[in-house]
């Protein structure tokens, strides 16, 4: 059964359709089809990932830490204790808690060399598109360096 629901999944069924293939709740089944999306996949659909909670959480501790800073400007040593505990709180999550082991971590370094590749063969095989993608790449501050090798890689391939 589980074959038949990875088949439905991979092929962009719905839902509904996996429930009354398989008899699989809907509930199940959307927990199911969420398990086995890659992080990188929920990245790019915007859904809740591990990438984004990272982020929150570092968001969270950099906030923290400016608050301990301004406490101890001010100085007031209760909130500079609670400053500390919170920011403390927040590493302590993101270190332990998130259940991101060494598995994970590999799974999304290979996706992202499995899109790297991907990128080397839209050079090759369609360079407008790469052209159209590197623009849009450079345009994104997070991934200027990238767009900027695509351009290069690009600028290679024609020569």
Do not use: C
């Amino acid at each position: 059964m589980q074959k038949l629901v990875d088949e439905l999944i991979d092929r962009g069924a719905s839902l509904e359709e996996i429930r009354t293939r398989t008899g699989v709740s809907l509930s199940a089944a959307a927990r199911y089809r969420q398990y086995r999306k890659s992080t990188m996949a929920k990245v790019l659909d915007n859904e809740p990932n591990v990438v984004d909670l990272v982020r929150r959480l570092l968001d969270a501790a950099d906030a923290a830490r400016a608050a301990r800073r301004a406490a101890d400007l001010l100085g007031s040593p209760a909130a500079v204790s609670r400053a500390i505990a919170t920011e403390s709180a927040l590493l302590t999550k993101l270190i332990d808690g998130l259940s991101v082991d060494d598995a994970t971590v590999e799974e999304t370094f290979a996706e992202i060399d499995a899109m790297l590749g991907a990128f080397r063969s839209l050079v090759a095989d369609d360079p407008d598109i790469a052209r159209g993608l590197a623009f849009h790449l450079i345009k994104t501050p997070a991934t200027r360096d990238i767009g900027v090798a695509l351009k290069s890689a690009l600028g290679r391939a024609t020569s």
